[in-house]
């Protein structure tokens, strides 16, 4: 079979571990990329090997590419997606996945609508670890669900944070997918945030969320931008889930490269393998007609409602009901 011809749309950080992720697939290659600026486009073509494209149509209408990943900022996602699909592409689009509901909703429409792959950027819940804790809880190993937790402590740069969401939507997406991964829906919830590190940014740095699971099971959320937890087994990124006959967990500490990330101050390897395991799962299923996504967008529907409501509750101090 040919290799899958890929497109990007968009040029950005993330940019980066795709076109790695890319490369690591022998069923898939980079063909060209997008983005709206014409000058980091033309700089990342020219570290990936890979073409450039002067406008969204042309990256479309090229015959080679068979699917796109949408890794342009939030808002554009939508439309993005859209036109991918009515083209007759395949589209890997990273978290969040889009600005609303109903937006994420239309998107799945049309995938489906169109005989088409629309898979969302789910990285986390396709790294072995997590995988593996999935497993055990869904066959019982671990008994009984009591408790979920998912922390993620790494402090941004302000440039940085400028360009991108509150926490809530630009971290507690991954927390709510890999929540509903693990233990399924939550019937309920409430949220606080602050902003502590930051003078010249109103969104918020920091956010906890407890929930209420459909099981009775309780879960704790919480993100944070405004420092790195430099404590003894520091909670960097954690996800660890207690049931009544055992427990696991899973933590970026236990790969750690010393030398500074592109955004972090230093490299957490689990995070770029996660996404070389999202994408190689994106080629399989489309290419070769390997297993499903993990995460579905159904699921991404249901995380952009648990986003919806934290937000709700932080900003009401009530407790949200999810149905």
């Known amino acids: 079979m040919k290799q899958l011809g890929i497109g990007f749309f968009g040029a950005g950080v993330v940019a980066n571990l795709h076109a790695k992720a890319v490369r690591r697939c022998a069923g898939a290659r980079l063909v060209g990329l997008w983005n709206r600026t014409p000058q980091r486009a033309e700089e990342k073509a020219r570290t990936y090997g890979c073409e450039r494209y002067d406008s969204v149509d042309d990256l479309l209408g ?6 796109v990943h949408v890794l342009t900022n939030l808002e554009s996602h939508h439309e993005l997606t859209l036109r991918a699909l009515a083209a007759g592409k395949h589209v890997l689009v990273e978290k969040p996945v889009s600005v609303t509901v109903a937006e994420i909703e239309e998107m799945a429409a049309r995938a489906d609508a169109a005989g088409l ?22 066959g019982g190993a671990l008994g009984r669900l009591i408790a979920v937790y998912v922390l993620y402590n790494i402090h941004h740069a302000e440039q940085h ?3 991108i969401p509150g926490v809530i939507r630009q971290i507690l997406t991954h927390h709510a997918y890999i929540l509903l991964y693990l233990a399924g829906r939550p019937v309920e919830l409430s ?30 959320l919480q993100a944070s931008f405004a420092a790195d937890d430099h404590s003894a087994d520091p909670w960097t990124v954690l996800i660890k889930a207690i049931g009544t006959d055992g ?17 972090h101050s230093q490299t957490y390897s689990a995070y770029p393998y996660s996404i070389y395991r999202e994408v190689e799962h994106f080629v399989a299923h489309v290419r070769d007609g390997g297993p499903p996504p993990l995460s579905t967008m159904a699921d991404a529907v249901d995380a952009q409602r648990i986003v919806e409501a934290a937000e709700s509750s932080a900003d009401s101090g009530q407790l949200e009901r999810l149905h």
């Open 191 to 220: 949220a606080m945030k602050a902003t502590l590190h930051y003078e010249s940014i109103t969104q918020e740095d920091i956010a906890l969320v407890n929930l209420r699971m459909g099981s009775g099971a309780l879960a704790h």
């Open 117 to 138: 792959v629309c898979m969302p950027g789910h990285n986390y819940i396709y790294e072995d670890g997590v995988r593996r804790a999935g497993e055990l809880i869904a």
């Open 62 to 67: 090229d015959p080679a590419i068979d699917a």
């Open 161 to 163: 944070v400028r360009t």
């Open 247 to 263: 427990a696991t967990r899973y933590s970026y500490r236990d790969w750690v490269e010393n030398k500074p990330a592109e955004v």
